[in-house]
């Protein structure tokens, strides 16, 4: 089937927490898509790392929206930074009603890691964001040995400036490709990010607010980048309607692991929008 098809990239401006953002939004259409995906990537990364799983969404017949999360790729703060966390959630907001107002009958959202956090805020304060299916993989609560980095940061980490990236684990080589091309790409990111990860953790347990909202999650059982866990438990815990699986042997990146995991990260994800 012949088809026409357009990109078109542009900024929004969002008025976070305590700073004000241009966000970075990039929207592949094609004729006659009655759906739409919107897809938030990890910490570190931005939209071109979700090429891949944005072709897969194409060739399920979705238009495809990605945006930048503020500090990273092209969107505009510190980068690698955030004023407050609250401003995922009001990035988020800003992003899904830009793209509601394209009038598609459908909206799912799609997010990696730290792109999770606006939509799980947002929920647990009880909106109704108007999306057909939420699906994330390896949501960020606590991140890996949490307790221990929590205090290590109080009792003298908070006073560095910034903190070494991690040497990259196993890796897909498209992922490596991607890495070493990119000119955002880290060697450290700053302290001040952790100490608004820490804040966020503290603000959600005093909010004690349960969604019915019913979200598909995806761990892996070698992720040593979030504590598995305990953000399963918090899932499970105040997203009682949350459906879980776990894809054996995936690391943090599930699609850019290697091959095997990413065809089986794939065929578990179609199964979820079929």
Same mark, same amino acid.
């Given at each position: 089937?012949?088809?026409?098809?357009?990109?078109?990239?542009?900024?929004?401006?969002?008025?976070?927490?305590?700073?004000?953002?241009?966000?970075?939004?990039?929207?592949?259409?094609?004729?006659?898509?009655?759906?739409?995906?919107?897809?938030?990537?990890?910490?570190?990364?931005?939209?071109?790392?979700?090429?891949?799983?944005?072709?897969?969404?194409?060739?399920?017949?979705?238009?495809?929206?990605?945006?930048?999360?503020?500090?990273?790729?092209?969107?505009?703060?510190?980068?690698?930074?955030?004023?407050?966390?609250?401003?995922?959630?009001?990035?988020?907001?800003?992003?899904?009603?830009?793209?509601?107002?394209?009038?598609?009958?459908?909206?799912?959202?799609?997010?990696?890691?730290?792109?999770?956090?606006?939509?799980?805020?947002?929920?647990?304060?009880?909106?109704?964001?108007?999306?057909?299916?939420?699906?994330?993989?390896?949501?960020?609560?606590?991140? &890996? =040995?949490?307790? +221990?980095?929590?205090? !290590?940061? %109080?009792?003298?980490?908070? @006073?560095?400036?910034?903190?070494?990236?991690?040497?990259?684990?196993?890796?897909?080589?498209?992922?490596?490709?991607?890495?070493?091309?990119?000119?955002?790409?880290?060697?450290?990111?700053?302290?001040?990010?952790?100490?608004?990860?820490?804040?966020?953790?503290? &603000? =959600?347990?005093? +909010?004690?607010?349960? !969604?019915? %909202?019913?979200?598909?999650? @995806?761990?892996?059982?070698?992720?040593?980048?979030?504590?598995?866990?305990?953000?399963?438990?918090?899932?499970?815990?105040?997203?009682?309607?949350?459906?879980?699986?776990?894809?054996?042997?995936?690391?943090?990146?599930?699609?850019?692991?290697?091959?095997?995991?990413?065809?089986?990260?794939?065929?578990?994800?179609?199964?979820?929008?079929?």
């Amino acid at each position: 089937m012949s088809y026409s098809s357009f990109a078109m990239e542009y900024s929004l401006k969002v008025e976070g927490h305590q700073k004000t953002y241009n966000i970075h939004i990039e929207h592949e259409k094609a004729e006659g898509n009655q759906k739409l995906a919107i897809i938030a990537h990890g910490y570190m990364n931005h939209c071109r790392y979700l090429d891949v799983l944005k072709e897969n969404l194409k060739s399920l017949n979705y238009d495809v929206l990605c945006y930048d999360l503020p500090g990273h790729g092209k969107s505009s703060g510190k980068k690698f930074d955030i004023d407050h966390f609250k401003t995922y959630a009001l990035v988020t907001r800003s992003v899904i009603a830009k793209a509601q107002e394209s009038g598609y009958q459908k909206i799912d959202f799609i997010a990696h890691s730290t792109g999770t956090v606006g939509v799980t805020e947002l929920l647990l304060e009880q909106e109704n964001l108007g999306l057909s299916r939420i699906v994330y993989i390896a949501p960020l609560i606590r991140s &890996y =040995l949490y307790k +221990l980095s929590y205090w !290590s940061w %109080r009792l003298g980490g908070r @006073l560095l400036p910034r903190l070494p990236v991690r040497p990259l684990g196993e890796v897909h080589p498209e992922y490596l490709e991607i890495v070493n091309s990119d000119p955002f790409y880290p060697r450290s990111v700053p302290n001040h990010f952790a100490g608004e990860l820490f804040s966020w953790n503290d &603000y =959600l347990e005093s +909010l004690n607010r349960v !969604s019915e %909202r019913k979200i598909h999650i @995806l761990f892996g059982t070698r992720d040593t980048v979030i504590n598995t866990q305990f953000n399963r438990y918090f899932f499970e815990t105040y997203f009682p309607a949350a459906e879980i699986q776990t894809l054996e042997g995936s690391n943090h990146l599930f699609f850019h692991h290697n091959q095997n995991i990413r065809e089986k990260f794939f065929t578990r994800l179609e199964a979820i929008l079929n």
